[in-house]
T-cell receptor
Framework: GAGVSQTPSNKVTEKGKYVELRCDPI?????LYWYRQSLGQGPEFLIY????????DSGLPNDRFFAVRPEGSVSTLKIQRTERGDSAVYLC???????????????FGEGSRLTVL | AQKVTQAQTEISVVEKEDVTLDCVYE???????LFWYKQPPSGELVFLIR??????QNEISGRYSWNFQKSTSSFNFTITASQVVDSAVYFC?????????????FGAGTRLFVKA
């Protein structure tokens, strides 16, 4: 597709359940980012990938959160034993390879809204 | 450590007024990049501008202009003759080079209301 695609757009789950959120970046973008946005807040950095490897996962809140990008394109954010505090919009973004001028801008998907009951 | 501060939580103006959104950043790096993004009510974040740390030239794009001042670590955004369609949340962001790539963090955003 032309843009960053995220699925599902909405997910309602019960406390304690396991959730997977998927991100399909723009073709050719080597960098992929996950952010979490709560109501009235800015995007909170979670993790970013350069290719297949997680270059920085310092924003993952705890070990219930994990993300993969096995082939360097699609990424999955996995949340185990969900808690009500995990409710938020999870945003994925991708960017073109860094150049001499530095990183390109981030292209965002529409987000996956997660509600934990 | 990286930090971006947008002290203005909400701003309300009447159409055709000029408005400036403030952004102050903190970084220890000499090479970094600053951005502004717009998040309209529809929700999807849209890129507006990028500035690198070596280029302090101010930029104008139509009704939008940006003032980058390293001396005060600020990257302010001005909308001239605001319009109702400018109503959105605006985020300032900072990107630093890290091993393996770049890490971008965002401020808390400023919600702009433009009334007709």
């Amino acid at each position: 597709g032309a843009g960053v695609s995220q699925t599902p757009s909405n997910k309602v789950t019960e406390k304690g359940k396991y959730v997977e959120l998927r991100c399909d970046p723009i073709s050719g973008h080597t960098a992929l980012y996950w952010y979490r946005q709560s109501l009235g807040q800015g995007p909170e950095f979670l993790i970013y990938f350069q290719g297949t490897g997680a270059a920085d996962d310092s924003g993952l809140p705890n070990d219930r959160f994990f993300a993969v990008r096995p082939e360097g394109s699609v990424s999955t954010l996995k949340i185990q034993r969900t808690e009500r505090g995990d409710s938020a919009v999870y945003l994925c973004a991708s960017s073109s390879p860094p150049s001499g001028r530095g990183t390109g801008e981030l292209f965002f998907g529409e987000g996956s809204r997660l509600t934990v009951l | 450590a990286q930090k971006v501060t947008q002290a203005q939580t909400e701003i309300s103006v009447v159409e055709k007024e000029d408005v400036t959104l403030d952004c102050v950043y903190e970084t220890r790096d000499t090479t970094y990049y600053l951005f502004w993004y717009k998040q309209p009510p529809s929700g999807e974040l849209v890129f507006l501008i990028r500035r690198n740390s070596f280029d302090e030239q101010n930029e104008i794009s139509g009704r939008y202009s940006w003032n980058f001042q390293k001396s005060t670590s600020s990257f302010n955004f001005t909308i001239t003759a605001s319009q109702v369609v400018d109503s959105a949340v605006y985020f300032c962001a900072l990107s630093e080079a890290k091993t393996g790539g770049f890490k971008t963090i965002f401020g808390a955003g400023t919600r702009l209301f433009v009334k007709a």
